[in-house]
């Protein structure tokens, strides 16, 4: 593999110094490019673009064409396991993910088997292999998963829910058949992300999106305690660097200091928690990502730049920052505006380091 040639990323996730604060945006490939929106109606669906490794190649590096980003981020989605694991994923335009089959039973749970990341889901891998020979070097490639809890919330929902009605009474209810889940998910996502890692990643990212959806018991419980499964189960090391691990609670803000206890280097933080606050509570523990609040990229330019200023002193001098939005970009948002943004990190961040 050819080397390097900015590593920032990388090195601020471990928090070692920079010469400034490194910046991606999470769902950077999207709807909110055009040449994004011409090559999913050209592949024919969301899933199509994924399983083609030309074209998620493309849609994977396209910001990167468009903005000084310091990583790009595998084009994928995160149900690609539940998927694989028979439960029959599709799209509904509007609607977003459903599933044909849903798990409501301890029966459901036992019809179900681990996955392997590589032969089942080898069309993700393949990705991953295409994305990383054409970056040649330019920037690091992040791989990623859903979490356990926030994989099993779509499973028993059976897609997209506001209420989380059936999987806490699932939860409440059959305890026992929900760890059996998210064991069963746990183990299937350390096979997927190891896959990921030798195919090419080099760092890797798991997305816990409905995580802050519990209280604090259960939510060590029942996500909290499978990340840190995940964790100790990921390979650490390949092509002769470290593989750094970042979990992203949304919502999770105030179970800080259990998360930095979890085996990740990086904590992603959305936009409810001050990141001041946070460094104050992980101390040298963690690296810290975020946390702009998407919906900012719709102010004026220079109210970005305030915003972006005003994080990185809340942060304060020294490492372990990845700047990045609390949540993915906004279908919605101008990309002039996501330059702004990402030119501002760069430009304001240089003092910070030195």
């Given amino acids: 593999m050819p080397q390097l040639q900015n590593d920032r990323f990388l090195k601020a996730l471990l928090r070692e110094p920079v010469d400034r604060t490194p910046v991606w945006m999470m769902r950077q490939?999207?709807?909110?490019l055009p040449e994004y929106r011409e090559r999913r109606a050209q592949a024919g669906s969301f899933m199509d673009l994924c399983k083609n490794a030309d074209f998620?190649?493309?849609v994977t590096i396209q910001p990167l064409e468009r903005f000084e980003l310091d990583a790009a981020i595998l084009f994928s989605d995160i149900l690609t396991v539940p998927d694989a694991m028979g439960l029959g994923l599709y799209f509904i335009t509007g609607e977003g993910p459903k599933f044909e089959k849903t798990i409501r039973t301890a029966k459901d749970v036992d019809a179900i088997s681990v996955i392997d990341g590589e032969k089942d889901l080898g069309y993700v891998m393949n990705?991953?292999?295409?994305?990383?020979?054409?970056?040649?070097?330019?920037?690091?490639?992040i791989g990623f998963s859903g979490s356990p809890w926030t994989l099993a919330t779509y499973m028993i929902e059976g897609g997209s829910t506001r209420e989380f009605r059936h999987i806490k009474e699932f939860m409440l209810t059959q305890p026992e058949a929900m760890h059996e889940l998210l064991d069963k998910l746990a183990d299937s996502v350390i096979s997927y992300l190891n896959a990921q890692i030798l195919a090419g990643a080099q760092a890797v990212q798991i997305f816990d999106t409905w995580g802050g959806v519990l209280s604090?018991?259960?939510?060590?419980?029942?996500?909290?305690n499978y990340m840190k499964k995940i964790a100790a189960g990921l390979l650490r090391e390949n092509e002769g660097r470290r593989i750094p691990v970042i979990m992203f609670t949304k919502g999770g803000g105030q179970w800080l200091p259990d998360m930095a206890a979890a085996g990740a280097d990086c904590l992603g933080l959305d936009w409810s928690t001050d990141i001041g606050m946070a460094r104050q509570l992980v101390g040298d523990k963690v690296s810290l990502q975020g946390n702009m609040d998407p919906s900012?990229?719709?102010?004026k330019q220079e109210r970005i730049r305030q915003e972006v200023a005003y994080i990185l002193e809340r942060f304060g001098s020294g490492n372990?920052?990845?700047?990045?939005?609390?949540?993915?970009?906004?279908?919605?948002?101008?990309p002039e505006h996501a330059k702004?943004?990402?030119?501002?990190?760069?430009e304001l961040s240089e003092p910070y380091h030195k």
Avoid: W
């Fill in 56 to 58: 998620a190649c493309e």
């Fill in 127 to 141: 990705a991953v292999r295409t994305i990383r020979k054409e970056l040649n070097g330019r920037v690091p490639l």
């Fill in 340 to 346: 702004v943004f990402v030119d501002a990190v760069h």
């Fill in 216 to 224: 604090g018991p259960l939510y060590r419980e029942f996500s909290l």
């Fill in 29 to 32: 490939a999207g709807r909110y």
């Fill in 296 to 299: 900012m990229l719709f102010a």
């Fill in 320 to 334: 372990g920052h990845v700047f990045n939005l609390g949540h993915g970009i906004s279908q919605f948002a101008d």
